[in-house]
């Protein structure tokens, strides 16, 4: 199974909501990845977890909270938005790096719109 | 920095045309290199890979060759398909560094 699963699929929340996204997989992987892709664009690293535990922020705003209850599971809280952060947002997982190099898989993603 | 370079787009061919996409890279190590594609409205799938000097990868009829000596990784298919119509991904990584650097993105659109 190389799948990762997230969702909603779609979100629209207003500026004053607080939602989260979820993201799944269940090959073991060790590492989880939060991106951003804006249109026309490609993934922007948000967060990166190993072992559990968040190793990288990309230097997100506050309003982004990422938590790994599990080696399985990754959520996004969102809070206070704004419309800029209207965008999909990407899941992804892969073994761990002990000095090489391992593809990442991804999930569909969220489509998310902040009215 | 480590960087990714592709061929600007849109591409749009006709169906059995010859493809390539351009995708070279500076790195400051010996990355591995991906190619990974985007269907509208989905997220993005890994398409093949190569982790060492001359290896090729390859997947669906695509194929792709590791070149150190000119750094660079293009992307091939002899005959495509109006189902080949999405947007592609050059990527590398380096071991023991956690991020992928992605290209800008090549969106390929396939006329019947």
């Known amino acids: 199974d190389t799948e990762v699963t997230q969702t909603p699929k779609h979100l629209v929340m207003g500026m004053t909501n607080k939602k989260s996204l979820k993201c799944e997989q269940h090959m073991g992987h060790r590492a989880m990845y939060w991106y951003k892709q804006k249109a026309k664009k490609p993934p922007e690293l948000m967060f990166v977890?190993?072992?559990?535990?968040?190793?990288i922020n990309e230097s997100v705003p506050s309003r982004f909270s990422p938590e790994c209850p599990n080696s399985s599971l990754l959520n996004l809280h969102l809070h206070a938005l704004q419309p800029e952060d209207s965008a999909l947002y990407l899941c992804a997982s892969s073994w761990i790096w002990t000095g090489r190099s391992y593809e990442q898989y991804f999930g569909p993603g969220t489509r998310l719109t902040v009215t | 920095g480590d960087s990714v370079t592709q061929m600007e787009g849109p591409v749009t061919l006709s169906e059995e045309a010859f493809l390539t996409i351009n995708c070279t890279y500076t790195a400051t190590g010996y990355p591995s290199l991906f190619w990974y594609v985007q269907y509208p409205g989905e997220g993005l799938q890994l398409l093949l890979k190569a982790t060492k000097a001359d290896d090729k990868g390859s997947n669906k009829g695509f194929e792709a060759t590791y070149r150190k000596e000119t750094t660079s990784f293009h992307l091939e298919k002899g005959s495509v398909q109006v189902s080949d119509s999405a947007v592609y991904f050059c990527a590398l990584h380096l071991g023991g560094a956690q991020k992928l650097v992605f290209g800008q993105g090549t969106r390929l659109t396939i006329n019947p």
């Open positions: 977890y190993s072992y559990e535990k968040l190793s």
